[in-house]
């Protein structure tokens, strides 16, 4: 689906553009980062992972507060970077998506196992995430 069609089916929706917001949320994205690095410490792998995407989540809806867009959807967080930031850098983006279905097969899937590298690597990814959304939004993180 493209960014029109996730816009038609509600999955995007117009919103009043925010920085405010947009601050707000890389401030949570900062708060889910410092819990995954907490948790890793405990050996607790899957909530790990869980907490360093929802910090890559949250730097993401950063970007569309800016843009004055509200999402309904993950897999649409995604496609409006992909489509509308490519400039983040397709890097990103593609990691982006990969921990994106890394949290979902996590959170639903009867057989996903989160080694401790997994779990670093996510980490690594949402620490150099949020870093970079600050950047970009020169909002610093």
């Known amino acids: 689906m493209n960014v029109d069609e996730l816009f038609e089916k509600g999955l995007l929706k117009k919103v009043v553009p925010s920085k405010e917001r947009a601050k707000k949320s890389l401030k949570v994205a900062r708060k889910y980062l410092d819990e995954a690095e907490t948790i890793?410490?405990?050996?607790?792998?899957?909530?790990?992972?869980?907490?360093?995407?929802?910090?890559?989540?949250?730097?993401a809806r950063a970007i569309l507060f800016v843009d004055g867009v509200g999402?309904?959807?993950?897999?649409?967080?995604?496609r409006y970077l992909s489509e509308k930031h490519a400039d983040l850098g397709t890097k990103w983006i593609n990691a982006f998506h990969l921990y994106r279905r890394l949290r979902h097969a996590t959170a639903?899937?009867?057989?996903?196992?989160?080694?401790?590298?997994?779990?670093?690597?996510?980490?690594?990814?949402?620490?150099?995430?949020?870093?970079?959304?600050?950047?970009?939004?020169?909002?610093?993180?």
């Open 40 to 59: 890793l410490n405990v050996r607790a792998y899957n909530a790990a992972v869980m907490s360093a995407y929802a910090s890559v989540f949250h730097s």
């Open 71 to 78: 999402e309904r959807s993950h897999y649409a967080v995604g």
């Open 108 to 141: 639903y899937g009867l057989d996903t196992t989160v080694e401790k590298e997994d779990a670093e690597k996510a980490i690594v990814f949402a620490r150099g995430f949020l870093e970079k959304v600050g950047n970009y939004l020169k909002m610093g993180s």
